[in-house]
């Protein structure tokens, strides 16, 4: 049995994390068997996801609209600015902990060799927003690891170019662990303990 179409859509379906050959095999023989509704269900969300979700304007984070909700919200406190590397990590932060902030993600983390700079990162927009003198304190939530502390030295150093106190996430997160896979209590923890860094 040979079919370009089914052949196309296993190959398709290894660009999801995790999916070698064998298991796009079986999800692509799983839904013509048994699931097409799903599946058509499937395809048309992931369209409209890639077509319409962009990203925020002001904090760079996953948004339909030109500013998310959370950068739009005049609940959050505009005095607060916690950086971090993907919209994933602010998702672990908003779950784990009670801030009330807003965000700045990077996209990314320092990484010259994989063409990540300050250019990559929007460095340039974190540093406008900064001169907006609106933000107090500036918490850098870079995953601890090496790509991530140079970043998070990057950070800093901005931050003190621009006269605002930078904070960073306390003891508790292991050394290499990535933010997203650090439990809620730890993450909470480290949050509630960041230290002032002296530049
Ligand atoms: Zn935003």
Redesign the pocket.
């Known amino acids: 049995m040979s079919s370009l179409l089914l052949n196309e859509l296993i190959d398709a379906l290894r660009c999801l994390p995790g999916v070698g050959a064998k298991t796009a095999q079986r999800m692509a023989f799983h839904v013509l068997e048994r699931d097409r509704v799903g599946a058509k269900k499937l395809s048309e969300r992931l369209a409209a996801a890639v077509e319409r979700i962009g990203n925020?304007t002001?904090?760079r984070?996953f948004?339909e609209d030109a500013?998310?909700s959370?950068?739009a919200s005049p609940q959050r406190d505009a005095s607060l600015l916690c950086v971090v590397e993907t919209p994933v990590d602010q998702l672990a932060v908003e779950q784990a902990t009670g801030y009330r902030g807003r965000?700045f993600v990077l996209l990314g983390r320092l990484s010259p060799l994989d063409g990540m700079g300050p250019k990559e990162l929007g460095i340039d927009l974190l540093a406008a927003r900064l001169a907006e003198n609106e933000v107090r304190e500036l918490i850098i939530a870079t995953n601890p690891t090496v790509e991530g502390e140079a970043t998070a030295h990057l950070l800093s150093q901005i931050a003190r170019a621009t006269g605002v106190r930078a904070t960073r996430l306390a003891h508790g997160v292991p050394l290499g662990g990535e933010l997203e896979f650090i439990d809620r209590g730890t993450l909470a923890h480290a949050f509630g303990g960041r230290l002032l860094i002296e530049n």
């Open positions: 925020c002001r904090c984070t948004s500013i998310c959370t950068c965000y």
